[in-house]
């Protein structure tokens, strides 16, 4: 039996909300990456430079929890919706019988917004959603290098898709979007 944790349950009115998320988001990929230890061999957790110039090292307890996590597991995920051309919802499982509902925005992209400030980029932000849809649809869509969105509600990851190793590449080469790099983002009209 599966069970479906939506995003909403984990939604605290306060602030903190997305670390719940994530926290919940990542609890359930560090089990998972417990039980499949036959990925391959364990990569040493990155140390603190003050800690490595004294020659020891970070407990893993002490270290941010996208930095706890083995970026080479890749999780199965299934399309709820596309949001717009760099965002979708998605239900990841992150343990055999546990599946966690989440917003995934393609990590280093921008596609224009839906809620467009001028009539040009209203129509590129319906071409970007059209393209993400048409690629997703190829289906077998993962999820990897999972770590926190700047905005709460949403998990920032590479994607990919049974024809496409890299969504945000695809989505950048077929100009449907730009790169981007978490900062101030430009302007889509003309």
């Avoid at 009115?13 to 417990?34: D, E, H, M, S």
């Avoid at 979708?88 to 546990?98: D, I, K, S, T, Y």
Wanted: proline letters at 6%; hydrophobic letters at 45%.
């Amino acid at each position: 039996m599966r069970h479906h944790l939506p995003l909403k349950a984990l939604r605290i009115p306060r602030r903190g909300g997305a670390v719940v998320v994530a926290a919940t988001f990542a609890l359930g990929l560090r089990i998972g990456a417990t039980v499949r230890p036959s990925l391959g061999p364990r990569v040493a957790a990155p140390v603190a430079p003050a800690f490595a110039a004294a020659g020891g090292e970070l407990p893993q307890s002490d270290l941010p929890i996208a930095k706890r996590l083995d970026p080479r597991l890749v999780y199965p995920a299934d399309v709820l919706r596309i949001i717009d051309g760099d965002t979708f919802e998605a239900r990841v499982r992150v343990w055999p019988g546990l599946d966690v509902d989440t917003k995934v925005r393609l990590r280093g992209i921008d596609a224009a917004e839906l809620h467009a400030r001028c009539a040009d980029e209203l129509a590129k932000a319906q071409a970007a959603r059209a393209a993400l849809q048409s690629i997703l649809a190829e289906g077998g869509v993962t999820v990897s290098r999972v770590g926190v969105d700047k905005y709460g509600g949403r998990v920032d990851a590479v994607i990919a898709t049974r024809s496409t190793a890299d969504v945000s590449a695809a989505m950048r080469n077929g100009g449907w979007a730009r790169s981007y790099d978490g900062g101030r983002r430009g302007s889509w009209c003309r």
